[in-house]
């Protein structure tokens, strides 16, 4: 008998948990049909935080567990030292095939090495990757690597090259997806040690559609579908876009308060403006899964609010629902026997 | 007898070259006394461009060159080959004392091995960085290095540090001017290898006010007065900031236009947002001066206007007068004074 899909929610990760973490389940499960949510954390903390909704309760359950993962806490040690922790029970579920996806708005650092030590990689993959989604002019393009592995190798960037294209292209639907090698110029003797090893490399994957160099003042206007660098660079670039929108809509905000003038005209276009910019909301793209795992594990933001975890837990469904890890295999294998041939 | 200060502007480098470049000499001159100009580049082009303007003749002279370096072409070949170049002379100049500094617009690459090659290193300099300022919420910040050493080392972040805070202590008017490390988080186990190796060695030096970390996202709202980073992520960080700020402002241009309604609000708006996003023009802050070495090499964007040609010759007077470079000597020999001490 198959049972039903599974997501596990971490009930104690983020800055704004337990509460928007219980929020964000109720509202998922409130709003679609056809998965349970099991989630990690303190019994009577979460029992308390539901008692004021209403929602299916047969498809919820909770996994009690004693102990919390901070967000400064070392990650190796926390993952091995705190074994009733929301993070490791939660990954622990995934890894013994009790439930398909684990999300998680804690700790970054726990998150990426459980993955890799509880779940486990798929086969052959080297590093697994955060993918994150951010919106740009055009629609949307993916960052891989946007946090998890620094210090990166050649072989790994075409392997998050190669598992971004088939992320982007079933979740995203955007088919033969572009991938640009995020560089500091255009031309050909541009880049640092890892970008001049890794270009020639790409170059040479027919089932990659490399379309060369991309600097990151191109990445916002949506010059590529997919990013590909180190997490390094790729988080420096994400965080970097957030810092600047932020900033700059500050600023307008406060200009638009500087005068009646400008009140008035704040007024008659605030409307407008707002429905612009919710398409830059965090919150529409849910969080960022860790690609090349044998289970799904999808990392919210620390700051996620009910919506983005109701976001990333429907993200969930669709990965999974969307075999994007038997994708990513078969992905991988094919690139395998072609190396080979 | 003391030479006047004398800037040479490279006459063909830049997108726009040579007619915004002969406006910025012009306006330079025409705004400014105390200093003359030697243009280098084709002579016609240059002669024909100035017989349209009126300025201070005395004070300009042609350097005839013959050859032009591409944007694309590979500079350390560039600068052996093409000796009667605009940047192979110009630099020339400085090297042998007849001009302070030289400006150009044009090939990033060319100008930086070309700083290095030609115009050399103070004593004691690893590689030198350079240091681009941006606007930010609160003030300006100074990102160095911004693009010229990828695949840096610990000591020459080190140093990065120390020549950058006395260039945002001296032109910025900032007293003890706060260095953050470019970092993807707040941790101490954050952090790619360079960045694990560098923390310890900044916070060991007592001339530098480092304050630790510093995550991308806090950059535009002015956490710190200096950023130090590889130029790899020092260049995404900046790229990211001008593609973030141009695609922002064009998707709320686009919505001004959208309706009658924020027309009418767009109009009353206009004016006080003008007149915010001024401070976020790069006209007005000019280029990036090239750090260490022994004469001053500026960098212009390749897009330079008229315009900001023109803040970067007065950058160049300023950085003269108030001997930076000396300063910036004076540093380094203090440091390496109590290092062996």
Redesign the interface.
């Known amino acids: 008998m198959e049972r039903e899909l599974t997501i596990v929610v971490d009930g104690m990760g983020g800055d704004n948990a337990p509460a928007c973490n219980i929020e964000g389940v109720v509202n998922a499960l409130n709003e679609r049909e056809g998965f349970r949510i099991i989630m990690t954390g303190d019994e009577e903390a979460l029992m308390q935080g539901l008692s004021s909704y209403r929602y299916p309760k047969e498809r919820l359950t909770i996994r009690p567990t004693t102990q919390v993962i901070a967000?400064?806490e070392?990650?190796v040690s926390a993952i091995h030292g705190k074994k009733d922790s929301s993070i490791v029970v939660g990954m622990g579920l995934v890894r013994k095939g009790e439930a398909d996806a684990f999300v998680s708005a804690g700790s970054?650092?726990a998150v990426l090495v459980g993955g890799q030590l509880l779940v486990g990689r798929l086969k052959g993959v080297h590093r697994p990757p955060l993918a994150c989604i951010i919106p740009?002019?055009k629609g949307m393009t993916c960052v891989v690597d946007c946090?998890a592995n620094?210090?990166a190798r050649p072989e790994w960037l075409i392997q998050f090259a190669r598992m971004g294209s088939v992320y982007v292209e079933n979740m995203l639907g955007i088919k033969a997806p572009t991938v640009g090698l995020?560089n500091?110029?255009?031309?050909e003797?541009?880049?640092?040690?890892l970008?001049k090893e890794t270009m020639p490399q790409l170059k040479a994957c027919p089932d990659i559609h490399f379309t060369g160099s991309v600097?990151?003042?191109?990445?916002?206007?949506g010059a590529v579908d997919i990013v590909v660098t180190?997490?390094?660079?790729g988080?420096?670039?994400?965080?970097?876009?957030?810092?600047?929108?932020?900033?700059?809509?500050?600023?307008?905000k406060?200009?638009?308060k500087?005068?009646v003038?400008?009140m008035?005209?704040?007024?008659?276009?605030q409307g407008?403006?707002k429905?612009?910019l919710k398409r830059y909301d965090a919150s529409n793209y849910g969080g960022a899964p860790l690609l090349g795992l044998k289970g799904l594990v999808v990392k919210a933001h620390g700051s996620s609010s009910a919506a983005e975890i109701c976001t990333s837990i429907f993200q969930c469904l669709e990965f999974s629902e969307k075999d994007i890890n038997g994708k990513i295999r078969r992905a991988l294998e094919d690139a395998a026997v072609k190396a080979e041939a």
């Open positions: 967000m400064a070392p990650p970054t650092g740009t002019e946090g620094v210090d995020l500091i110029g255009a031309e003797e541009k880049g640092n040690a970008v600097e990151a003042r191109d990445v916002p206007s180190d997490a390094f660079s988080n420096v670039l994400l965080k970097m876009y957030e810092g600047t929108a932020s900033a700059l809509l500050h600023i307008i406060k200009t638009l500087s005068s003038k400008t008035i005209g704040g007024a008659l276009i407008a403006l429905e612009t």
